[in-house]
């Protein structure tokens, strides 16, 4: 009987991997012979883990990256057609992919996030009018999640800045924020109470 084997060994070094053959031999059932093989091979299984946690990283931050080139040139939603729509949703859908299942980091949540780009309805509006009303126009749009310190919620504000020139300064302008609290009720989903608009 003809055996051949192949090992892979991770160095500590984190570099690829180190691929050995070991020929084939052949091995008599008749033939007895009694031999020992030791062979001692330090193994850590973080250096795997380290290198896979490396490559994810950098396939993830190759996935934002792509995600991001995507939506450069949509207005922030507002000029997509269908199948640009479906290009970033199958982007996004892949990017998730990556924290399947994995709770909701909250000290990774937690800050300031500008808008790149929407499908919500509520907020396409407001880029339809400032596109038909020449003197209304929408600036920056930032969700902030305040959860540092909390387990499973705490408060979103959306903010939105607008202008109306020759009224209102063009770069300071306005702003409409909305307050509302969030519960986490999945590992994708949270649950908003809408407290208060203000501007």
């Not at 991001?68 to 207005?75: A, E, G, P, S």
């Not at 407001?126 to 020449?134: D, V």
């Amino acid at each position: 009987m003809n055996m051949t084997f192949a090992t892979s060994l991770y160095p500590a070094t984190g570099k690829r991997p180190i691929f050995k053959i070991i020929n084939p031999f052949t091995c008599n059932a008749a033939t007895r012979r009694n031999f020992t093989v030791r062979r001692n091979f330090s193994c850590s299984a973080t250096v795997a883990t380290d290198i896979t946690a490396r490559v994810s990283e950098f396939e993830i931050e190759n996935k934002k990256n792509d995600l991001l080139r995507l939506v450069q040139d949509t207005q922030r939603g507002l000029v997509t057609t269908p199948d640009q729509r479906s290009s970033i949703e199958e982007a996004l859908v892949s990017l998730e992919g990556y924290n399947m299942g994995e709770s909701v980091d909250m000290v990774r949540l937690d800050g300031t996030w500008r808008l790149q780009y929407t499908s919500a309805p509520d907020v396409l509006v407001l880029f339809e009018s400032a596109a038909r009303f020449p003197f209304f126009q929408v600036g920056q749009i930032f969700q902030k999640f305040e959860c540092r310190d909390q387990s499973d919620g705490g408060v979103i504000r959306n903010v939105v800045q607008w202008s109306i020139p020759t009224l209102l300064e063009e770069q300071e302008g306005a702003t409409l924020l909305v307050s509302a609290k969030f519960n986490v009720v999945s590992a994708r989903n949270i649950y908003l109470q809408f407290e208060e608009v203000s501007f």
